[in-house]
C-alpha cells in the first residue's frame, strides 16, 4: 500500500516538474531570458511608371541586385518629347507678346499716326471752306438746298474722322494698357508651367530604383503597353529588414520599444541582433503562422523587430527565434 502511495506521489512531483519547466521553457525564467518566435518580413515594392505607354527596354532580371537611381525600364520617350516641343513653342508665342506690349508703337507706327491726323484736318478745313461756300450761294439762291446738305455731311464726316485718327494717335503714343501686359504676363507663366509639365511626363518615361534591393519579379517585357501604376517589376529592399512576433499579456511588460533582442534562425548558425521597433497596443488571436501549440488560442500583442545587421541569409517568411533579456 505504501509503495502504491509512494508511487503516486512520485507521478504527481513528476507531472508537477514537467508543467513548471515547460512554463520555465517558455517564459524564459530559468534562463533569464524570454523566447519568442516569428517571421521574417522584407518590404516590397512594386514599381511602375508614372505616365502610360509602351515599354522600350528592360535592363534586370529576376534576382538582379541593384542600387539606388539605377535605370530598371524606359518607356518609348516621343509622345512627351513632342509634347516639350509644343509647349516650348507656346512659350516663345506668349513671350513675343509679352515683348510687343512692353515694347509698345514703332516710331514708324507713330509717324504714320500722325500723318493720318494731318490729313483729316485738311480733309475737314477743305470740307468746311465748301460748306461755307454752299451756304453763300443757297442765301443769294444761287445754289440749292440739296446742294449745301451734301457739303454739310461731307464736313461732318471729316470732322468724325478726325476724332477718329486723333485717337489713334494717342493710343500709339500711350502704348499698351497695363491690364493687357499683365494678362500676357499671365499667359507666359502659364506656358511656362506647361513646359515644367511637360517636362516631368518626360522624364518619367524613365523607372529608377529608389534604393537598394533585390528584384524579385519581372512582370512585363518590351513592347506591351503599361498604364499609369502597372507593376512592372516587384523589388526586395535590403534595408530595412523587419521580424513580425508576438507576446502574450504575461510577457508583454518585458517587451518595451528599444529592447535588444538576440535573433536566431532554424537551419544556420548564425545569429543576428535587433531591437524592439514597435509593440502594437491591441490585442489579437495569435495567427496562423505561429507554431506554438500553447499560445494558438491566446490572445497575442503583434512586435515589430529591427534587425541590426541583416545579411542575404534572412528570407522573407523564414521562422525565426527571439531572445530577449529581462
Do not use: C
Not at 19 to 41: K, M
Amino acid at each position: 500500500m505504501k509503495k502504491k502511495v509512494l508511487l503516486v506521489l512520485l507521478l504527481g512531483l513528476l507531472i508537477a516538474g514537467g508543467y513548471l519547466g515547460f512554463h520555465a521553457i517558455r517564459e524564459g525564467s530559468g534562463s533569464g531570458t524570454l523566447t519568442l518566435y516569428g517571421n521574417v518580413d522584407i518590404r516590397e515594392v512594386q514599381m511602375a511608371f508614372r505616365v502610360p505607354g509602351r515599354i522600350k527596354d528592360m535592363f534586370f532580371e529576376e534576382g538582379d541586385a541593384i542600387e539606388p537611381g539605377d535605370l530598371l525600364a524606359t518607356l518609348d520617350d516621343r509622345p512627351q518629347r513632342e509634347a516639350l516641343a509644343v509647349a516650348e513653342a507656346r512659350i516663345a508665342e506668349a513671350q513675343a507678346k509679352l515683348d510687343l506690349l512692353n515694347t509698345g508703337s514703332r516710331p514708324q507706327e507713330i509717324e504714320q499716326a500722325r500723318a493720318r491726323v494731318a490729313e483729316s484736318e485738311a480733309g475737314l478745313a477743305n470740307a468746311e471752306h465748301e460748306f461755307q461756300r454752299q451756304a453763300a450761294l443757297v442765301k443769294e439762291k444761287l445754289s440749292s438746298q440739296s446742294q449745301l446738305d451734301q457739303t454739310r455731311s461731307l464736313r461732318d464726316q471729316w470732322a468724325a474722322r478726325l476724332d477718329q485718327t486723333r485717337e489713334a494717335l494717342n493710343l500709339a503714343q500711350e502704348g499698351f494698357r497695363s491690364e493687357e501686359i499683365v494678362q500676357a504676363q499671365a499667359a507666359v507663366a502659364a506656358a511656362a508651367a506647361q513646359r515644367d509639365q511637360a517636362a516631368t511626363q518626360l522624364s518619367d518615361t524613365r523607372l529608377l530604383s529608389p534604393s537598394a534591393g533585390t528584384i524579385m519579379t519581372r512582370v512585363l517585357e518590351p513592347g506591351a503597353m503599361v498604364g499609369v501604376g502597372a507593376p512592372v517589376y516587384t523589388l526586395s529592399l535590403d534595408e530595412k529588414i523587419y521580424v513580425r512576433a508576438y507576446v502574450d499579456e504575461a510577457g508583454l511588460g518585458k517587451v518595451v520599444p528599444g529592447t535588444a533582442v538576440l535573433i536566431t534562425t532554424d537551419g544556420g548558425d548564425r545569429s543576428y541582433t535587433g531591437q524592439v521597433g514597435f509593440v502594437s497596443p491591441r490585442a489579437e488571436f495569435t495567427p496562423k503562422s505561429v507554431e506554438t501549440a500553447a499560445l494558438r488560442t491566446d490572445l497575442v500583442y503583434r512586435l515589430r523587430i529591427v534587425v541590426t545587421d541583416a545579411d542575404p541569409g534572412l528570407r522573407q517568411g523564414m521562422p525565426v527565434t527571439i531572445h530577449l533579456k529581462e
